[in-house]
């Protein structure tokens, strides 16, 4: 028997670089991947209450600032399979159906007040919570509300209840909201502050809208990004036409549904099927048969080597550093600016998509976490270290776990220091001016219209 090192990131939020190594190389290949087992992950569905890291400091150190970055909860497909019925699921909001929340009925009535909030440009005009009793396409479900309520309790209890974090009369000020113009990311935000603030006031709530899935909000110029993309897109394809499994069982699937296969491909069917597996719905079924597990399976287990291969290219990473940087800026200018003992926008939140966690984890070098599943958060802490005032560290928390020392920009520092935590500093650095060495720059601008060597 030969024990393998455990992952850096468990999906109990411990960290097993605590753990001694049992042997120092591996003589067996990694274990397979479980494509139902990791499709239960990305699901994420509510049951048990979740572990977390968050919070978690030397007692001498006080808590300064949170940002949080969230993908939408559960959601029905964007696309369809086509000659199949769409998965039978209901928007509607029900307390007394699972998954649900303590206060999920409490929810409801506060959401359909609302009139007070600002909201920016097309914002005012999404609704507060789901409403349909067919879901619409890439609607929030009842389950991605209770994902969203459950983050905010769990965040309010570690930063509110414990450390403080907002005072019971907070003002609008010591918040900053954002979300992108989808029903689905509005909605998400509002569940988790909904349960996250010590009090919620209608006329607190400033949410501002990033028309971006990038928050790339005024610096979204860079033809390199859009062109690393490209290639990246074009490594996805050229890894999925070499895979006879899949296509194997994307003609099989084509055949039952009555389809040319190129127009199954396009329908994106996993999308759509893992709707029906997270909602536990019977497969669709025609006259020539029906899709099963074997082609969820096949096709799941090609979403995950294809992730895995993306990890090992540098494309997506050059991508992931210029979709990137001007996130990560705005958030490390507002965290110096707390640091420097500002009192504003202590606690932020951007409600956003796959495709903006992703390449985020990407670019700080976070390469053993999974694929945002749905309601993923990734978090940042500022900590102020009250025996050297003006010394600030930061913790990086993803679902919970402390990812802080697998950033590229910390992975020395945990060898050295006995905190728990990283140096401002050294956040600082990389976004400033380490994020563009690999292109051969100095400057967003520059990475942005040069190609890397």
């Known amino acids: 028997v030969h024990l393998i090192p455990a992952n850096p990131v468990r999906e109990d939020g411990l960290n097993a670089k ?4 049992i042997m120092p190389d591996l003589l067996t290949e990694p274990p397979a991947i479980d494509p139902v087992y990791e499709a239960q992950v990305y699901c994420n569905v509510p049951s048990i209450a979740e572990r977390s890291m968050e919070g978690h400091a030397p007692h001498y150190f006080k808590l300064v600032s949170v940002q949080v970055l969230i993908r939408h909860g559960d ?3 964007l696309y369809a399979i086509p000659k199949t019925k769409r998965p039978d699921i209901d928007c509607m909001l029900v307390p007394s159906r699972k998954p649900s929340h303590p206060q999920l009925e409490a929810f409801i009535k506060h959401m359909s007040k609302g009139s ?50 907002l005072p019971s009369d907070w003002t609008a000020k010591q918040l900053y909201l954002e979300t992108t113009g989808k029903s689905r990311t509005l909605q998400s935000a509002l569940a988790l502050l909904y349960t996250f ?13 990033q028309w ?8 979204c110029d860079c033809p390199m990004r859009n062109q690393y993309l490209e290639e990246e897109q074009r490594r996805q394809y050229s890894l999925r036409v070499k895979n006879s499994n899949l296509e194997r069982i994307y003609v099989d699937m084509a055949k039952i549904v009555g389809i040319p296969t190129r127009q199954l491909r396009a329908s994106n069917p996993i999308d759509s099927l893992l709707c029906y597996f997270c909602h536990n719905v019977s497969f669709p079924c025609t006259k020539a048969g029906c899709i099963g597990m074997e082609h969820f399976k096949v096709i799941k287990r090609h979403q ?9 290219k540098k494309l997506y990473f050059l991508y992931a550093l210029l979709a990137t940087h001007p996130l ?21 939140l951007y409600s956003a998509h796959d495709v903006t966690l992703s390449p985020v984890l990407s670019a700080l070098g976070i390469t053993e976490a999974r694929f945002p599943r749905f309601a993923a958060r990734l978090v940042f802490e500022l900590w102020q270290d009250g025996k050297r005032p003006k010394e600030h560290f930061i913790r990086i928390l993803y679902n919970g776990a402390d990812v802080t020392f697998q950033t590229s920009f910390c992975k020395d ?27 051969n720059s100095t400057s967003y601008y520059d990475a942005c219209h040069r190609r890397a060597l």
């Open 18 to 21: 605590s753990r001694k190594r």
């Open 75 to 77: 959601r029905y497909p």
């Open 116 to 165: 007070a909030a600002q909201m920016d440009g097309s914002l005012s005009s999404l609704p507060h919570f789901p409403s349909h009793s067919l879901c619409e396409m890439g609607e929030l479900t009842q389950t991605g509300v209770v994902q969203h309520l459950r983050n905010g309790q769990l965040l309010r209890e570690i930063y509110i209840n414990k450390h403080k974090l």
């Open 197 to 209: 603030l010590p009090d919620f006031d209608w006329k607190k709530i400033n949410m501002r809208h």
């Open 212 to 219: 971006s899935t990038i928050f790339c909000s005024g610096s």
């Open 304 to 312: 995950l080597e294809d992730e895995r291969e993306r990890q090992e």
């Open 328 to 348: 990560l800026n705005q958030t490390v200018n507002r965290l110096q600016r707390i640091a420097e003992g500002k009192k504003e926008e202590v606690f932020v």
């Open 413 to 439: 520092h945990y060898k050295r220091s006995s905190k728990p935590m990283c140096p401002l500093e050294k956040l600082v650095n990389f976004v400033k001016r380490d994020m563009f060495l690999i292109f």
